[in-house]
Structures are given as C-alpha cells and as structure tokens.
C-alpha cells in the first residue's frame, strides 16, 4: 500500500506544488552563487530570486516595502530574533497557554537576564479571551506574543482585537502565523503587527530550511547573529538596515527559490480558495468523528473558528499508539504526543495522554478523510 | 558562450556531485516529514538521514560520537553560537587580522556585554606567528578562535600549534574551517580543537543553508534560540544535551540531506586527492600568473602553504572591474573587493582596492586555468 495519506501539514506540508521543485532544482543545478556577494552572473541570478521571494511574501501580507522582509532558517528563528531581540533586562511581556515552545522557551530562557512574563490562560477548547490580554498589560510591558492559530486544536485567536489593544497600549505586537499564513488572512497593518513569523515549510509551501520574520518600520530589535552580509564589508559593525542586519552569511538560496514558488502557488489560487478547501476538509473530518461515540474531539469544532487541524484521542488509548497504528496499518500520517507545546496540552487536558493530530493541506481530498475515517473506525472497534 | 567557468568556490563550491542534487530531489519529492516530531514514516526516514549526515561529518573530522555534531543554517550561525555562547562578561578572546566577519562582528558586538578582544595582526601575506597568539592570552582568555585558512589569500594557518598552546594555557580553541573543510585535514581531537564550524555548501560540496558546530564534550555553550526540539516537549526549559541543545526548529532535512552525500562523496574520493587537485590548479595557476609583470599576487605562493585561493590585483584597476570584466566578457565568475574581511584587507594592503579572488573547486580543471590566463594576458594588453 503505497498511496500514503499525509495528514502532517502542522509539522511541514506535503507534497509541494511541482513549481516548488522545479525552482529547487533549477537553482540547485544551475547556480552555485552567493546572492548580493560576488558580482557575476550567477550571484546577480541568485539575488534577484531573493528579492522576488521578498516581494511574494509582501503581497501575501500585504506590505509595502518587501526589504522588510527577512529570511531566517525557520519560524523558530524568527521568533527568537524578535522576542531577543526586542525585550531587554526589565521589560515585561504577554503570551497564552496555547503557544509553542518556539515562544514559550525564549520567553523562559529570558527570565535570566530579568525579563518578567504573564502566560494569560486559554479556555480548555483553546479560547483566548482579548479581555485577559488586556489586563495583563503593565506599564512595562514591551511586548504581545501571540499564536495566530494553536497548533494542536487549530483554535484561531482574535488578532484583530489584540492588534487594538496593543496600538491602545503602546505594546509592540508579534504574531506566529506558523499555522495560517498561507490558508488565513495576516494583514500587518490592519491589524498592527508590527513583528511576524511565518515558517516557509508549512502553509507557505516552500522546503524546510526556510522563515520569514516581518519587522515593522520603526520596531528597534537586535540581530541574533553578526556575520558577513556582503554589504559594508568595510565594517566591524553589524549593518543597522533591514534586512542585512538579520541575514548573516550565506542563505539558502534554493530554498528561498522554491518558497517564492510556493508563495506565488497561492497568490494564484487565492488564500480564501486554499482556506476554503481546507476547512472543508476538516470539517467533513469533525462531522464524521462526532458520530463516533469513542473519540474525543479537542477544541472549538465549528469551521471558521479553528485552522484545518484537529486533535483526537480515542478513549483513555496512548496517542502515540493510535498514530503508531495509522501509520502502520493504514499508511496516515499523522502526529502524536504534545505537539512541542506543553502549556496548550495543560490547557486542553491533554498533558499526560497527549493528542493524534491531524493536520489538512491543500493537497489533500475528501476521499482521503473517508479512509480515514474508516480506519478509525476499525481501530476503535478492534480496542 | 554557454560554458562559464566557476571560480566562485570560497563562497559556494559548484557544481555538486550529482549524488547531492538526487538526494535533495529525492528528499523533497518522497518525504515532507520533521525529522525526530512525528513517528509517521516519513519522519523516522527523515530522522535517519539527518543521523547519517552526523555519521558521515563525524568520519571527516575523525570523532567518535556523531551527536557532537549541531547542523545549523550556515558556518556564520555556528560561529555566532560558538563565539556568543561561550563567552561571558568579563572575559578575553584573542583572534587574528585574517579574520572572517562572522567571527570578528560577533566579537565586535560583544563588546557591549563587557568581552574583550585581542587581534593578533599578520603579516602582509598573511602569515600568523603563533608565538603572537600565546603572548596575547591573559588570564582571563577565554577563547582562541582562528580561521583555518584565509578566505582571501588562502593562507593555512599554524592550527596545531595553536592547538598545543590552547591545550597549555588552557583556553578553548575555536577554528573556522570555512575554507578548508573537504579539502584539508580538520582532526579536532590532534589539534585540540574544542569548536569547530563548517559551512555546508564549500568544500562539503553541500547545499546552501546548510552548517556544522561541532563541540566537544564538556565545553559550556549557551545556545542562540530556544524551540521546538522534538524532545523533552513538556519542558519550557531547553533540552542541555547534544545536539537538541542548538537544533530548534525544523531542520533543513533536504539541505542536510544533500551535505550528506557530498561529505560521502569527499570520503570515497578522499581528502588528500581532493586537495592534491585542488592545490595543483592554484600551482598551475600561480605559476602563470607570475609571467605577467601587471598582475599583484598577495600573500603565499608556495603550494603547501595555502588552500586554492589566489587574490591578484591587476596594476591599479578596481578590482570590481576586472571582476566584471572577467565575467561579462570571459563568463569566468570571480569575486571581487573585500570578502566581508576587512581587516585582513588591511594586512595586506588592499582595503581600498579590493581584490580580484579565483578559488577552486574540485570540478575545476587545467583547461581552466589556461582559458583564465589568457584572459587575464588579453585584459592587461588592453588596459
């Protein structure tokens, strides 16, 4: 049985549109080059595919100046660019119980040099209340950082409501769209983010190995890394422009080629197209799981409240087991465990068993979710 | 004129050997899975090929244990890890003038946290006493960290003694094996290294987006960002061991997966005979060079004594135009101006001109060199 169903697309999407691949291979086997280095051909090539990358991404989000787009190695990257780089020794910050390590941890690594944090509790659907951001703001507070969508229940948080009550505050808002961008919505502007991390493996379509942090005009935050730049070589100093100043030494050229096929993949069928799709497919999914008196069903289960990811468990059964034997007896794809993220697990109720995640991707079908559901089915009545 | 010859190497070796395009291609194509998250198939696969790329480098650097091997974006973010992690306020690090930016702006920047550094300044060819170096460890060094070979002038730099003097006074021993690694031999346990970085995509024969920190066991290095490292996934804190530690975020599987079979490709050829080519076209190259009066070479000519990088000068012409030159004319892509090091340009004299740098690969050949000379006899005719 071959014909795997992947339904893993929280973790990296699969398969990439073939322009994906293409671009990767022509990159890879027609250019060896340093993009903004050296000045040959080949380096001048490589340069201009960056640059159209940064100009996808900014159509996608709907910015002006594509220069504000910086490509890091993965969302993680770019989360701790912005969450490092912004917060200093005093500042406060407010996050959810429904974020992932990747900003869970910098934020916990950050109490060492004095930085204090609110972790504002979800509900146990994933629910974020805008109200409790709100009254976590101090008058230190530096920072707002939050999920776009969980990535265990798929629990959309109101971005919009929160980009008010940081222009209100004054607070600096930084979204993780490793669960949107691509299917949802992330106008920056409207709806005052001024720090954003998207991975280019995920929604995107592009290969692992490639993220993209969004810094707003104005937004004051220190580079992780120094390094070569190929720009004021002269200087011992770091370049203070975007996005230099965040891309030290050689990048990934081939996979930023094939994240701006993939951006541009979805720029043509339309993100309300890739949602729509998707949300079906997962809802489909929730509709047929409900009739299944095993399976408990985790999160807010109406399409429009939540990305296509749902998370199961059946009866009091070891996640990993279930995903073991979707994928050994079925060949699904699924994911199991705590998800990198333990808080939101707490928050669920899911902290010992933990959740068989299943995540939808533009490629998957309707027939897939049947066998699916079908296997299912039989795992629940052989148990 | 379709054919160009690629002298671009030091910056990115191209071609790869074309075992590295198929196991990227297979890699994206067949697998989209995270490695060491999911237990899906895809990312046990995924998994093993990130651990044979560890094998693989762990064989090039003569180690035993695959897991002191972190993959990072590119040897910039492996120095920045070395360098910011390990040291702390008040402490020295002593560094020489043929340094990369990637390790002289990360010590620049540490400045503002109270490290202080000494640069150990070289001849104007480039040559580091290392007698200089041990005169400049004070107490509280730190750190030593040196370029294996210059990215401009190619010259090898005494590692072993410098290694025998870190081992005596004490200090940890970093090395930038940028411009060596593939082509020279890096035993870290000879040479008492205790850090090592590796770019991916030079002498590796790698992908770009692709890096290698090595470090040995017992030295404490803070890492750079903290994520989702598939392990541990309760815990806010980040994983303390290798190589979880600094691997947050998904990894680049294709690009690492690609680095893996140039690493194999560099094993099964063998270092020497990568070298020995290597060394005979810059001989071939040198040799020539020297019959043509106009032509500057700066720093060792001696083969033996620097990796298959040569820097000229053409008279007094900017160097960006004979580059261009080179390329718009000839198709023969150079590099040209300061190579993100400053200050060795300062060593050897041509931070205001820059120069013209051709560095071999091993899919160079001798036809090569003698189509580069007599462009270089024909541009000088003309000028």
């Known amino acids: 049985m071959d014909d795997i169903i992947y339904l893993d697309n929280a973790a990296t999407s699969f398969p990439k549109p073939e322009e994906v691949y293409l671009a990767i291979e022509k990159t890879m086997r027609t250019q060896g080059s340093n993009p903004g280095r050296s000045g040959h051909k080949g380096a001048i090539e490589a340069g201009r595919v960056i640059f ?50 990747s900003v869970l941890r910098p934020i916990k690594a950050l109490e060492n040099i004095g930085v204090s944090s609110t972790i504002v509790q979800c509900s146990e659907r994933g629910e974020l209340d805008p109200k409790k951001i709100e009254k976590a703001v101090r008058k230190n507070t530096k920072l707002i950082a939050v999920t776009h969508a969980s990535n265990i229940t798929g629990t959309i948080m109101p971005i919009n409501e929160i980009g008010v009550i940081a222009k209100k505050t004054g607070v600096c808002f930084l979204v993780d769209a490793a669960q949107t961008a691509g299917s949802y919505d992330v106008k920056v502007n409207e709806n005052n983010i001024e720090l954003l991390a998207i991975p280019g493996h995920k929604g995107l379509l592009g290969p692992q190995g490639t ?31 975007m996005p230099d100043k965040y891309e030290s030494g ?17 720029l043509n069928k339309g993100i309300e197209n890739i949602r729509d799709h998707e949300e079906s497919l997962a ?39 279930i995903s073991y034997i979707l994928d050994k007896v079925y060949n699904i794809a699924t994911r199991a465990g705590l998800h990198c ?33 079908r296997a299912i089915k039989e795992i629940t009545s052989q148990l």
Not at 348 to 354: A, P
């Open 52 to 101: 159209e990358a940064r100009e996808n991404i900014s159509k996608l989000i709907e910015i002006e100046d594509p220069l504000r787009i910086a490509f890091t190695m993965n969302a993680t990257e770019a989360l701790n660019t912005a969450i490092k780089g912004l917060l200093k020794k005093g500042d406060h910050v407010v996050t959810t119980s429904m974020e992932h390590n």
């Open 211 to 241: 993220g993209v942090l969004y810094i707003a005009e104005g937004v004051e935050v220190t580079q992780l890394k120094e390094g070569g730049t190929g720009s004021r070589s002269e200087d011992l100093l770091q370049p203070t422009f």
């Open 341 to 373: 993220a333990p808080l939101a697990h707490k928050t669920i109720g899911t902290f010992e068993q933990g959740t068989v995640r299943f995540s939808f991707g533009i490629f998957n079908t309707h027939e897939e979710v049947e066998r699916v559901i």
């Open 283 to 321: 809802e489909h999914f929730i509709l047929e799981l409900e009739k299944i008196e095993e399976v408990k069903i985790y999160g807010l289960r109406k399409r429009g409240k939540h990305a296509a990811v749902v998370s199961i468990n059946i009866g009091d059964e070891d996640s990993a087991e």
């Open 250 to 266: 050689t990048p990934n050229t081939l996979g930023i080629a094939g994240l701006s096929k993939g951006v541009e993949y979805i």
